[in-house]
T-cell receptor
Framework: EAQVTQNPRYLITVTGKKLTVTCSQN?????MSWYRQDPGLGLRQIYY???????DKGDVPEGYKVSRKEKRNFPLILESPSPNQTSLYFC????????????FGPGTRLTVT | QKEVEQNSGPLSVPEGAIASLNCTYS??????FFWYRQYSGKSPELIMS????GDKEDGRFTAQLNKASQYVSLLIRDSQPSDSATYLC???????????FGSGTRLQVQP
């Protein structure tokens, strides 16, 4: 089954404790990205990757890091989480090009206290 | 002004009616437009994409694009309770690789 998986699905952590949210896709997609979704603000892109070892900032990259060492994986790293990073996070992947459908993962709900 | 604006709703329509969802965007050079559906607690799923002025139909869904007026709309005919969800408008702006999403319109279809 074609899918994007994220782990963990739910996470409660404390300020400053480094965490990683994993994202993996089995569709051989070149393009992967991370979004956060907050009430009233919609989906905002954090980082994206056009291919292995190629990453770039989205609209809200501050406080986040990513890496793309393998085509299928695109982890999101929060080196020192803060309460304003409490949000619902989605990973997405697609083939490149106009109109290529983005497949979203199931989401990770992160709470930073 | 937000780059992509949607009325947050809720938009309430009776079962069988036409639901009309609207979206305006600020980047006049935008070329690609998408509608995603998101059920509560779930991830977004693409339902329509449109690139040229006019209408594009797919089953009960019709996307309409008017670049001169900078709006894109989604019509859902014969609305069903299962269509109750939040509908997200997304726009690919000039020179941008990323999509810009509106905050979504919540649709409620009353049985």
């Amino acid at each position: 089954e074609a899918q994007v998986t994220q782990n963990p699905r739910y996470l409660i952590t404390v300020t400053g404790k480094k965490l990683t949210v994993t994202c993996s896709q089995n569709m051989n997609h070149e393009y992967m990205s991370w979004y956060r979704q907050d009430p009233g603000l919609g989906l905002r892109q954090i980082y994206y990757s056009m291919n292995v070892e190629v990453t770039d900032k989205g609209d809200v990259p501050e406080g986040y890091k990513v890496s793309r060492k393998e085509k299928r994986n695109f982890p999101l790293i929060l080196e020192s989480p803060s309460p304003n990073q409490t949000s619902l996070y989605f990973c997405a992947s697609s083939f490149p090009g106009q109109g290529r459908e983005q497949y979203f993962g199931p989401g990770t709900r992160l709470t930073v206290t | 002004q937000k780059e992509v604006e949607q009325n947050s709703g809720p938009l309430s329509v009776p079962e069988g009616a036409i639901a009309s969802l609207n979206c305006t965007y600020s980047d006049r050079g935008s070329q690609s437009f998408f509608w995603y559906r998101q059920y509560s607690g779930k991830s977004p799923e693409l339902i329509m994409s449109i690139y040229s002025n006019g209408d594009k139909e797919d089953g009960r869904f019709t996307a309409q694009l008017n670049k001169a007026s900078q709006y894109v709309s989604l019509l859902i005919r014969d609305s069903q309770p299962s269509d109750s969800a939040t509908y997200l408008c997304a726009v690919k702006g000039t020179g941008r690789r990323a999509l810009t999403f509106g905050s979504g319109t919540r649709l409620q279809v009353q049985p």
